[in-house]
């Protein structure tokens, strides 16, 4: 009579296909962690990205438009910077004319900055018209110090030589891990800018 011999079969027992389950559970449950952590913080920093970019790009035109501040080729009446506590007024005689156009809104011999805490922006107006365009949004404060050639403070349109500006943006969502300012990060711009055109 023949035996009959019973192949030995391959294969994973109950216990090790739950032992696999779970390490690969484990390693899921990493990678899922580091995934959301790594989204996170990407998020916040391209708000923080987005918030300096901001500040610094509004920062950045009303430099370039102080420099010109008190422009007058050919001589004239052109006061450059005007004290006003609640705007930032600019006069440049850009086309020579010995007087500041501001009869339409296009011209840029007279450009107003304004803070619009209702809206958190800061807006740009050009010449006299009513056409106010937004220059920068998320800012919590636009603030500006006149200043006389020895540093301290101006308070008539004649002394100024020197503008502070001071910008401080927010981010434009609340970051739940940020516990201060109800969440919202911001960042503080400063500047002394000085117009050349100003000595004169």
Known sequence: MHVRKLKKTEGFTLIELMVA???????????????ITQTKFYSAQEQI?????NARGALDVITRELKMAGYKPNGGTVTGVTYDTTQLMIEA???????IDNTNDSTIE??????????KQ???KMGSGGTVLVLADNITAFNFTYLKADGTNATISADIRQ??????????KP?????????????TMTATITPPNLAL
Do not use: H, W
């Not at 990205?49 to 970019?53: K, R």
């Not at 007279?110 to 809206?119: E, H, L, M, Q």
């Open 21 to 35: 389950i779970a390490i690969g559970m484990v390693v899921l449950a990493g990678v899922t962690t580091t995934f």
């Open 49 to 53: 990205n987005e918030m300096d970019q």
């Open 93 to 99: 005689d850009v086309d020579g004319s010995g007087v």
């Open 110 to 119: 007279r450009i107003i900055y304004a803070n619009n805490s209702a809206n």
């Open 122 to 124: 800061i807006t740009r």
């Open 163 to 172: 503008v502070k500006v001071d910008i401080t943006a927010r981010a434009a």
């Open 175 to 187: 970051d739940p891990n940020y516990s201060d300012n109800y969440g919202y990060r911001t960042y």
